[in-house]
């Protein structure tokens, strides 16, 4: 009865030792958990992405402390509308939309659609998720 040897999945040489034993070297066994470990963390880094790049494009446009930019300005820039790291509701119940220190409120202008542009350096006030008298934006939620 012949034996059949094993064969590394990651470079195709032949596996000594145990006969459970996966991978021919450390090297690529290492190299087969980083390659699983970035896909599983691929959307989470696309969306790191997205976020610094929609910041990169509120602070090229927004070069004072606020300034509305049309719809078709954002969306030639590639901004993604649906990539932010906080929203921010004020007492006018406007939802603003916030990329790091920069934020954006959909209105509209003379029937185009636009965005007003905020850059606001205090906007993170501490935030207790717990506090139920900060809570009172968020409906459903018990």
Known sequence: MEIKQAKCPVCGGEVHGRTD???CSDKCRSLSNAGKRNDRDAVFNQMILTIRRNRSLLRKLCKGNRVIVRREVL????FDATAFTSIHVNSKKQTYYFNGEYGILPIFRDGAACALIVHRESFATPYDPWDES?????QGAT
């Open 21 to 23: 034993k996966r991978f």
């Open 134 to 138: 900060a809570n009172t934006s968020i």
């Open 75 to 78: 969306d030639a820039l590639d």
